[in-house]
C-alpha cells in the first residue's frame, strides 16, 4: 500500500511519489497531524484527513470505510524517529528541559480534564431536559382529556330554568296571596287608617329628628338625584322628532299622491313606492322591537326606585314600627306590580333577566303580523298600480309649501342640513336623557349649595377665563361626598335625644295597632316560608299547596343543575390555567436545552482546542528532543564516524517489519528528521539501501534539511520533494 495524497482538511494538502518523497516545510502541529494519519493506517483506527492510497496497483479515496474494508492492524509504528536510531541518546540521559515539558503537558491535560467535565455536564443537562420535555405530549392530552369532560358537562339552559321555575312559585304565591288579602280588605281599612294617623304624626317627628340631628337629608338626596338625572348620558329619542317625522312623512305622501294624481300611473306608483317604503320600515321597527323591546325610562326609573325601597324596608327590623314597615312593603310591591305589568313583565325576576310576559310577547308579535300584513299588501298594491290624475296645481303648490316649510323646521331641530333621507334621521334623532332633565351646571350648583348648607364645602380649583373649571372627575367626586353623607345620616343619629320620649309614645300606640291588625292574620305568610313566597301580606301557607310542591321539585332540580354548570366553569378555568403553567413550563425546557446545546458547543469547541494545544506541545517537544538528539548525532560526528551498519541492520529490520501487513502489502516507512546531522556522505550505504527498499516499501522523509533535499532530487524521476506550508499564500 501507498500513500499518493494527502489532505488534512486544515490547508494542508500535497501528492507524494510511489516510491519515495522528501516533505519539507510542516511545521509541528501540521506534522503531528501528517504522523497520526501514517500511524492510524497502520492500527486501523479512524482517521481525520482525506487522501487516496494505492493497493496492489488501484487508487483508492482514504476514508474510515476504505481503512475498515483494508483489514488493518496491528503494533507497528511506522513513523521512525531519531532517537529509535543505533547511537541515539538513550532515555536515561539527563534532561534539563523534562520538568518544564511535563508541566506544559499536565497544564494542557487539565484544561482538557475541565473541558470533558463541561461537555460531560452540559450533555447531561440536555439529556434530563430531553427526557422532561418527554412528557409533556402526555400532560397535555390529559388536560385535553379534562377538559372535554368539563365542557360536556355544562348546563347553558339551566340558569333559565331556574329563573322561570322561581317566577312560577312567585307567581302562585302572589295569586294565593291576592285570594287572602281580598277576604281581609275590610276590616284591615278600619285599622290602617288609625295606623296612618299614627305613622303621619311619626313621619312629621322624624323628619324633625332628621333635620335637627342630620341637616336637610331631603335637600341633598334631591339635589344629588337630580345630579344623577342631568348626568345621564343615555341617547333616547325626542318625541317632538317623531312628531315632526311623521309629519313630513305625511307631506311627502300627500305631495307624493297629487303629483301622482298630476302625472298619472307613474306617479301612483311612487306613491304606492313611498307607501311600501313605509310600510317596510314599520315592519322593521316591529321587528327591532319584537328582538329588543323598548321600555319606558319614566317607569324603568320608577320600578328600580320602588325596588330599592322595598330592598331598604326588607333589612330593617323594628317590634314597634313592623306593621307600618310591613303596609308600606304591601303599598310598594303592589305599585312594582303594576310597574312590572305596564313594562311587559311578570315579575322583577323575569325583568332582570329581560324574559317578558306572555301577554306583552303577545302583543308585540301581534304589531309584528300587522306590519307584515301591511307590508305584504302595499308590495300587492304596488305590483298592480293603475293611476288617473286628479290634481289641480293649486293644491300642489299648497303641498309643496307645506313640504318645504317642515323640512325648514327638521333642519332647525337636527341643526344641520337635511339628508337624502330626513324622515328616517328625524326617527333616529336622540338626545342624552339627562338634557331633558336640566341643566348639569345648575344640578352641580343646587347639590353644591345643599351640601353648603349641612356643612360641607367642596374646593375648587380655578383655571382659565372660565373661571372654575368642571370637570368628570369634580362630578363624581360630589356625587361620591353627597351620597357618604346621606349614607352616614343614621351615624349621626345619636347627636338628638330630645325627640325620643314623644317618639316612643307613638311607636307604642303603632305597637298596639298592629297587634290588633296583626291578630287578624294580615301576613301573607308565616315566617317558615317567607323565603318561598318571596313578598306579600297574609297568612299564605304553601307546604300542603300541590303545585307549589312540584314548582320546588323543579326549583331544587334547577338548583343542582346550575350548581354543576358552575362547578363545570370553575373547573374549565382550572383547566386553563393548568394549560397556560404547562405551556410557560414547556417554553422553559426548550430554552433549558437551547441553552444546554450552547454549552454543549462551547464545550466542544474548548475540548477540541485542549485537545490541538496538547498536540501542539507535544510535537513542539518532540522536534526539540530531535534537534537535541541532532546535535548529539553532529557531536558524536566531530568525535568519529556513525555506526552506518548498525543504523543499516536495524533500518533493514524495520522495513521487513513493515513488508506484509494483511493483504494490501506494504506499509509505508515515514522517516522523521532521524539522518538529520549526519554528513550525507557517511550514510551513502544507507540512502542507496532506501532507494533500493522504495521497490516494495514507500519511503516518506520528513526533513528540511538541504543536503536531503538535494539527494532526493538528484534521484530524478525515483523520487520528489514535495514543499508545503500552513499558509498557501507563501507559497
Known sequence: MRLRRYDDQLGIAFDLHPLLTVVRGLDGEARARFFALTRALGSGSSIDARGEIEVHGVRLALNPDTIELLELGGEIDPVLSPDELPGAPSDDDDDPLAAERLDEIGDANEAIDAAQASLFAAVDTEQQAQQASATFADRRAALAVDMATARGALDSFAVGDLAAATDALSVLARRRRDEAVQRRAERRAELEAILDQLISEVDTLRRRQRRATHGDVDGVAEALAQ????????????????????????????????????????????????????????????????????????????????????????????????????????????????????????????????????????????????????????????????????????????????????????????????????????????????????????????????????????????????????????????????????????????????????????????????????????????????????????????????????????IEAATQRVEAHRAALTNIGALRQSDEALTAEEASMLETISAARREISIAESALIAARSSLTAIEERWRLRSAEQAAAQRMRATTEGPADVGAIEWFLLARLASQRAMSFVGSLPLVIDAAFDGYDVVDLTSIYERLVRMSDVVQIIVCSDADDIRGWAEGLHDRAAVVAVHADPSSF
Not at 301580606?537 to 304553601?542: A, E, H, K, P, T
Request: charged share 35%; glycine share 6%.
Open 227 to 554: 345630579l344623577v338625572a342631568v348626568a345621564d348620558t343615555t341617547p333616547i329619542p325626542v318625541p317632538e322628532s317623531r312628531s315632526l317625522a311623521a309629519l313630513l312623512a305625511s307631506a311627502s305622501d300627500n305631495l307624493a299622491t297629487l303629483q301622482n294624481e298630476m302625472v298619472g300611473g307613474r306617479s301612483q306608483l311612487i306613491e304606492l313606492t313611498a307607501r311600501r317604503d313605509a310600510a317596510y320600515d314599520a315592519l322593521v321597527a316591529a321587528e327591532r322591537l319584537l328582538r329588543t323591546p323598548e321600555l319606558d325610562a319614566d317607569r324603568v326609573d320608577d320600578l328600580e326606585k320602588t325596588h330599592d325601597e322595598i330592598f331598604d324596608l326588607d333589612g330593617r327590623s323594628s317590634r314597634l314600627s313592623a306593621a307600618r314597615l310591613r303596609r308600606r312593603a304591601a303599598d310598594l310591591r303592589a305599585h312594582e306590580d303594576r310597574l312590572l305589568a305596564e313594562l311587559g313583565f311578570d315579575s322583577w325576576t323575569s325583568y332582570v333577566m329581560g324574559v317578558a310576559s306572555s301577554a306583552a310577547e303577545a302583543e308585540r308579535l301581534r304589531r309584528y303580523d300587522v306590519a307584515k300584513a301591511t307590508y305584504e299588501f302595499a308590495e300587492d298594491e304596488l305590483a298592480h298600480a293603475a293611476t288617473t290624475p286628479s290634481a289641480e296645481p293649486p293644491e300642489l303648490l299648497a303641498a309643496e309649501r307645506r313640504l318645504a316649510e317642515l323640512r325648514e323646521q327638521a333642519a332647525v331641530l337636527l341643526g344641520r342640513s337635511l339628508g337624502p333621507d330626513p324622515v328616517t334621521e328625524l326617527r333616529e334623532h336622540t338626545v342624552t336623557a339627562g338634557s331633558l332633565v336640566g341643566s348639569l351646571d345648575d344640578a352641580v350648583a343646587k347639590l353644591n349649595i345643599a351640601l353648603l348648607e349641612v356643612g360641607i364645602e367642596i374646593d375648587r380649583t380655578e383655571s382659565g377665563r372660565a373661571g372654575y373649571e368642571r370637570t368628570r372627575v369634580d362630578i363624581d367626586e360630589l356625587r361620591e361626598v353627597a351620597q357618604n353623607w346621606i349614607d352616614g345620616a343614621d351615624e349621626r343619629a345619636d347627636a338628638n335625644r330630645s325627640l325620643d320620649d314623644r317618639h316612643a309614645e307613638l311607636e307604642a300606640a303603632i305597637a298596639d295597632a298592629a297587634a290588633e291588625l296583626d291578630d287578624l292574620g294580615s301576613d301573607v305568610g308565616s315566617d317558615a316560608n317567607a323565603d318561598l313566597v318571596g313578598e306579600g301580606d297574609g297568612d299564605i301557607d304553601l307546604a300542603d299547596d300541590p303545585e307549589a310542591s312540584d314548582i320546588r321539585a323543579r
